[in-house]
């Protein structure tokens, strides 16, 4: 049974991307239409801006310690008061729960536990 559910997945993901790279060579490798061949191309003072992202997300995306020591500092505060709290891997956030030692005689009524 599963040896046919992956053979059938498997032809999914290959006519998947099939479907995918025909509608990628249509859409950019096609050929252009006259009414969009006279738009100017990206001016030299538009490249730049354009250049700084790129290298900004390429630099980030491989490095991203970079971005995280800077934050660091700004954002410390906001990130220790949120310690107590834990994400799930589905993304629920939720108090920490740690394992507590009780002892017999601390009074519990009240909501006192000994750590």
Known sequence: MFQIATVLALWGVVLSTVYML??????????VREQWQKLPDLSPA?????????AALLCYGFFPQILVRNVIPTFGGVLSTNANMQTCSHGVVR???????????????RGYSIR
């Open 46 to 54: 538009l490249r730049v801006p354009v250049m700084l992202l790129v």
């Open 22 to 31: 025909r509608a990628y060579r249509k859409t950019f490798m096609g050929t």
């Open 95 to 109: 108090p920490l729960q740690t394992p507590v030692a009780i002892q017999k005689d601390a009074p519990q009524e």
